[in-house]
């Protein structure tokens, strides 16, 4: 995702500092961009807790990043036990987030994986952490890339059955580039439509209290140059009733296999309203989404 011309994704770790990991504070759009440092534990728990970041696979990517400070800071002599009480603490967050629990869990296994005495092997079971978080972001980051190439197909189809006019794509609350490392889970495949010219516009939904849409989404659609309007979270349903969306997008925080959705308030009410009106309704997610 650019912002103002440049590319960012939602979290790195400096290339000068292998111990600072970088987020953008989203408290403070979109008034201001910030770009926070952190480097313990405590601070990613407090990043993820007071919501500095948010977004299911961001959420994940920072925990990941996070079981990494907690390596670097670990006494040998407790290795295993300081990681699981990090652990703990990075998990109690944002416990609806499955992505938090799936990254903290795999960072550990990782780690635990490797054989010898700990206290010899202490480097080896950092080098690894560095490795898994820096692979959990990528993964995030690709698996979003794909939802956009997979999804665009739909909205083609509604392009040429509207021999070309604009698709109205509603979304709720902030599935996109902010609530991942990168491209977005619900906002990937209007990416993609958008860079290969198809004309579409974005519903946002403000989506109260915190007004993810309001503020993030509407901030994001921007910046890539999308065409968007944010409405009122009641308006939705108002817009389908007379035929001014053609296809509803949200995200997930977690996902049964059973096909189960939890997301954000509101969202349920925008897919009885879709059904209702027989607007297609589609959640985008990564496969670490699901339980």
């Known amino acids: 995702m650019k912002v103002n011309g440049t590319h960012y994704r939602t979290i790195w770790l400096d290339n000068t500092a292998p111990d600072v990991v970088k987020v953008i504070d989203q408290r403070y759009l979109p008034h201001k961009f910030v770009i926070e440092s952190l480097t313990t534990v405590d601070e990613v728990a407090i990043a993820i807790r007071e919501m500095h970041i948010r977004g299911a696979g961001l959420i994940g990517a920072t925990a990941g990043y996070g079981m990494y400070l ?29 992505n938090l629990a799936w990254a903290v869990e795999r960072q550990f296994h990782a780690m635990q994986a490797i054989g010898g005495d700990i206290k010899e092997d202490i480097d080896a079971r950092i080098a690894v952490a560095k490795e898994t978080a820096g692979a959990i972001a990528n993964e995030d980051a690709d698996f979003c890339r794909r939802i956009g190439t997979h999804g665009v197909s739909l909205i083609e189809k509604i392009s040429q059955a509207k021999s070309g006019d604009t698709v109205n794509i509603l979304t709720h609350c902030n599935a996109g580039w902010l609530a991942f490392v990168d491209y977005g889970s619900a906002t990937a495949p209007i990416y993609a439509a958008h860079d290969q010219g198809i004309k579409v516009h974005v519903w946002v939904d403000e989506t109260r209290p915190r007004n993810q849409g309001a503020r993030l989404t509407a901030w994001e659609l921007g910046q890539h140059g999308v065409p968007h309007t944010v409405i009122a979270d009641n308006v939705g349903g108002h817009l389908m009733q007379h035929g001014l969306v053609d296809l509803v997008i949200t995200g997930s925080d977690r996902t049964t296999y059973t096909g189960d959705v939890a997301n954000k308030i509101g969202t349920y009410l925008k897919a009885l309203a879709a059904h209702d009106n027989g607007v297609p309704f589609y959640v985008a997610l990564p496969s670490s989404t699901f339980e």
Request: hydrophobic share 40%; proline share 7%; aromatic share 4%.
């Open 70 to 98: 907690s390596a670097l800071s670990a006494d040998p002599q407790t290795f295993i036990d300081t990681l699981k009480a990090d652990g703990e603490k990075l998990k109690a967050t944002r416990p609806t987030a499955v």
